[in-house]
């Protein structure tokens, strides 16, 4: 919706931006890049309102600037753009036909350009202001990328992208299909195998069965991060119980709960 708002505001602002019945057909009035306000207030601040809108969306992780979320800040464009567009259409030529000796009628009203101006903007803030509140609108704008298509918590990953080519490994223990990471075997007890040295570690892709937070590597106690079930991460590095973690945007951080996780 937001896409579709931002085409139909593009088209919009080559239309005229004043509508005068008395003018011959020779003149050609102004369209909306021909007016300031209208072009800060209205077009460019709604077609920067749907890109920020649809960057955060595709975005596999928030970005912030000045400390507010892209989304945030594309929202509050959207408003703006609405706001100011209700304002030129109600007073198109600023005042001006309240100038002494001014005849309303004679005054020029909202032109096409202004008026389809002010429908886009309406629904591209709605759209922009409606996406977290409604959940038919929450459904990521494009997947995340997977190394394979989401499997049950538990199963056994297929080989694909990002997985080692042999079956799936339980950290610590040994193999068995579908079984958690850090479990003991299920059957006949069998030893537990001890942890690898950490100069034997070699990478290798785990899911989270929970939403868990990902520290800085600096020891911050502020989370970078958060990784998300469903979402395959790669583990570089061992810390002791914690694993230095890769996020699919290429940010490390160390996953402190290591427990129950799946590894592929």
Known sequence: MVIVAAVVLFIASFLDNYSYDELPDSVDLPNLWESGPVLLGVVLAGIIAAALVVIARALPQPRKVAGLELGAIGVAFAVFAAWSALG???????????LPGAAEDKAPSAGTGLILA????????????????????????????????????????????????????????????????????????????????????????FAVP??????????????????????????????????VAQTQDGRRGVLQDTSGIQRG
């Open 88 to 98: 030129n259409v109600i007073d198109p030529v600023g005042g001006l036909d309240n």
């Open 118 to 205: 002010l429908v886009a903007t309406l629904i591209m803030a709605a759209a922009a202001v409606a996406t977290p509140l409604v959940p038919a609108l929450k459904a990521d704008l494009l997947p995340a990328p997977k190394p394979v298509a989401p499997q049950p918590y538990g199963a056994q990953p297929q080989g694909g992208y990002g997985y080692p080519g042999a079956p799936a490994q339980p950290y610590g223990a040994q193999p068995q299909p579908g079984q958690p990471f850090g479990q003991q075997p299920q059957g006949a007890p069998a030893a537990a195998q001890p942890a690898p040295a950490a100069a034997d570690f070699s990478p290798f892709w």
């Open 210 to 243: 929970v939403a868990r937070p990902l520290f800085a590597e600096d020891g911050s106690p502020t989370p970078i991060a958060e990784l998300a079930p469903g979402t395959w991460y790669l583990a570089v590095e061992q810390r002791g119980a914690a694993l």
